[in-house]
Structures are given as structure tokens and as C-alpha cells.
């Protein structure tokens, strides 16, 4: 009977019914994208490290992400990681901005990713046009489609220069983003050494590939040991120092981190305050049903019941909304992410709100 009549009360003013549902799918709307941004941009600064085939990092003392250009690294420190028992591989990468010439005579800046993808360390992923093959010819780079328009080129074929050095698009990804807004451009790490003039046995980071069976933390430590110059992190402690730096050492990371949690308040605040106004607007009906003889707890059973199909009814328009968006914007130069787990936590926090209504 309670549901009844929660539904009764929510369908009997349609006018007033629509009203409520657009305030509460306009917050989840906007605390979906909010988070959906914030998600997205994490996923676009750790990308890069996420798709390295290694267990270890050799980087730079000060590095705080793969696009800091540093003080190189070379074979001594390449050859005493790989004398450490339990390490397979040492895999040089090379990476470092760069401007690249478009054909129209603009500048664009880019990010350089030398790299050898047989060794195993990084390839480009994603590929829809050539392969890691295509790159390695000639001259050959891959960049990402979304960025295009940005390089001045139409697609495979396409002709541009990086640092005076000529060079042709072979291979398209899709999907790798950049938060610098600066495209990664895919390249042979002996190319991208000859961009920016590095001797064959430089390099600006190093991949390490242990054992199966290895202690990953032993050979960590010793390695640290053997290369005071420079530090050596796991891969999960390169991804965290990354997603500091750019969220909380940048200005546009903050800006990014305060929008979110603006986001988010605003949107707890109309879902609140629309749920409030919803249970107001039948405060004659339930004070005549209390003068009728219904208990406290039943007019409470009643209040929840209405304030539940409400929220469920606003969670379900909201959330397609929000994934339409996030599918729109894959398209974008930033991409959001709506994990699963966002979409429980949405829901799981509009309970609290609906149960502290009057």
C-alpha cells in the first residue's frame, strides 16, 4: 500500500513530476561528466606507462613523467641493470618534445616516442591504419587520428618534417590521447635519436623486464644501489608520480580536481534540495494521513518510498545521458571514462540523500 501510494503521489502532478525528474537527471548529468572527465584525464596521463610490457622503470633522478626530458641515461647504466641476477631485459626508450613542421608551414609541438616494439617494451596500440612494420621503413612515424587536423596531414601517405628531419605518416592508432595536448608521434628509437642528435647508446629512460619467478623489490633495490644518478620505480610508483604531477603540481590539473569537486557538490546540493521540494509539495496529504490514524513509521515507509522510486527513476535518464556523452566524446581530444564502478557509486550515494528528507 505504501507504494502505492508514493506512486500515486508522484504521478498525480505530471507537470511537477517533470520538473523533478530534469533537476535530478541534471545533477546526475553533471556529477557524471564531472567525474567522467576527471576519470579520463587520470587514463590519459598514465597511458603511456599502462601499456609498457615492464616491471621496472630507470628514470632520471627528478623525471616526474615520461615527457620530462632529463639528463640522459646511457649503456653503463643499461649494462649494471643487466648484470643484476633475475633481469631479462633492459630496454631503451627514447622521449622527448619536439616541434614537428607541417606541410602547410605551421609548427606544431608533438611528443616523440622512440621505441623498438619487437624488444617488447612499448609498441604503439590501438593501430587501425599500417602497423609497427610500416613504421620502421623509411622515415616512417604513426600518430593518432584524433590529431590530424592539429599535424596538418590527412593520413597515411602524409609528409611533414620533425626538427628539419623529414618524415611520412605510416601508421594511424586511435584512442592515444595526450595531456599536453601535444600528440605522441610513434617512431624507431634510432630515428628519434637522430632528431635530437643522441649518440646510439643514449637514452632517456630504460624498461626492465624481470624473471617470472624474480623478485621484483630485490632487484629494484640493487639496482638503485649500482645507480646512485638515477632512480628506479616500479611501474605502479611512475604511474603515481605522473598523476601528481599533472592534478596536483600543475595549474590546469587543480582547476581540473576543483571543478570535479565543485561538480559534485553542486550536484549532491540539487539532488537534496529536489528530493526535499518533492516530499514538501505532498506535506497536506501526508498530514491527513496522519490524522487518519497512520503511524509515524508508515508516513516514513511512504516519504522513502517515493523519494526511492524518484532517485532509481532520475539515476536511470541520468546515467544514459552520461554515457551518451562519454561515447560522443571518445571522438574528442578528451576522452571520458565512466567505469562501472562510478555508475554503483552514483547510485549507492543518492540513498543517503534520500533518507535524510524530512
Known sequence: MAF???????????????????????????????LGIYFGVRKIITDMIDHTAAQLWIIPFGAQCIEDFFPILGDHERHEALSIPGVQRVIPLVVAFADWDRPDGGITHVVVVGTDAEEGGLAPWNL????????????????????????????????AGIISHSVRVKALTEGIRSFTQAPYVFTTNARAREFFGLPEDKSTFFLVKTAPQAD??????????????????????????????????TKVGVSLIFGTILGVIIGAVIVAQ???????????EFAVLRMLGSSASYLYRIILTQAGLISV???????????????????????????????IAMLIGRWPLALSQP
Open 4 to 34: 502505492i501510494l508514493a506512486f500515486r503521489n508522484l504521478v498525480h502532478d505530471k507537470t511537477r513530476l517533470v520538473a523533478t525528474m530534469a533537476g535530478l537527471t541534471f545533477a546526475i548529468i553533471l556529477i557524471g561528466v564531472q
Open 128 to 159: 587501425r591504419n599500417g602497423d609497427w612494420t610500416d613504421i620502421k621503413t623509411f622515415n616512417g612515424v604513426g600518430v593518432d587520428r584524433t590529431y590530424l587536423s592539429e599535424l596538418g596531414v590527412a593520413g597515411i601517405g602524409s609528409r
Open 216 to 249: 621484483v623489490a630485490r632487484i629494484q633495490k640493487e639496482i638503485a644501489a649500482r645507480l646512485p644518478d638515477a632512480e628506479v620505480l616500479t611501474k605502479a610508483e611512475f604511474r603515481g608520480r605522473s598523476i601528481s604531477h599533472w592534478l596536483f603540481g
Open 274 to 284: 529536489t528530493l526535499y521540494s518533492a516530499t514538501l509539495d505532498h506535506i497536506k
Open 313 to 343: 527513476a532520475g539515476f536511470a535518464l541520468g546515467t544514459l545521458c552520461v554515457l551518451l556523452v562519454e561515447r560522443w566524446s571518445q571522438q574528442t581530444a578528451l576522452p571520458m571514462v565512466v567505469p562501472p564502478k562510478l555508475c
